[in-house]
C-alpha cells in the first residue's frame, strides 16, 4: 500500500487537477466550461486571492485526489470561517486515506489562518463519502436552497 502525501497545487499539476476536478464535477452530474477550469485555477495560485486555497493528495507521484476551500466573513463570527468547496479522491485512492488527509490539511491550514470553523456540504446520496465526514465533523440539521 503506497503512503498518500498532501501537498500544495502547483502550476505545472494542471493538467491532472483538471482531470480530478473534472472527475468531481462529473460525479455531481454537472460541467463546467473551460473558462471557469482555468479561471478556478488561478486563483488558487494567486497571490490576489489569498481567500481561496487547494491542496492535491499525492500517492506513486500523482495526484489522486484534490480539496479546495475558501476563506470567508461571517456575520457569526468575528473572523473568517473556511468552506471546504470541493473534494474528491479518484476510486482507487478511497479508503486509504486519502480524503481524510484532505480534510484535516483544510482544518491545519484554517488552524493556522485563526479560523477554525471549516463547513461544507455534499448530497444525501454521497453515502461512502458522509461515513467518512460523519467522523471528521458534526452533521447539521440546515437545509441548502439556491436561487437556480
Known amino acids: 500500500m503506497s503512503a498518500i502525501a498532501i501537498r500544495q497545487i502547483y502550476r505545472s499539476d494542471k493538467p491532472e487537477w483538471a482531470a480530478l476536478w473534472k472527475a468531481y464535477l462529473e460525479f455531481y452530474e454537472t460541467s463546467l466550461p473551460d473558462e471557469i477550469y482555468n479561471a478556478t485555477f488561478e486563483r488558487l495560485l494567486s497571490d490576489s486571492h489569498p481567500d481561496q486555497n487547494g491542496f492535491l493528495a499525492i500517492m506513486d507521484n500523482t495526484p489522486v485526489g484534490l480539496v479546495h476551500y475558501i476563506y470567508h466573513a461571517h456575520n457569526w463570527n468575528l473572523g473568517k470561517v473556511c468552506y471546504l468547496q470541493d473534494l474528491y479522491a479518484k476510486p482507487q ?12 490539511a483544510v482544518y491545519a491550514a484554517a488552524d493556522q489562518a485563526e479560523c477554525p470553523s471549516v463547513y461544507w456540504l455534499t448530497q444525501d446520496f454521497n453515502h461512502a463519502a458522509r461515513k467518512l465526514y460523519d467522523k471528521m465533523a458534526t452533521l447539521t440539521p440546515f437545509i441548502k436552497y439556491s436561487r437556480s
Not at 485512492?93 to 484535516?104: C, Q, S, Y
Open 93 to 104: 485512492a478511497r479508503g486509504m486515506g486519502a480524503g481524510r488527509k484532505l480534510i484535516e
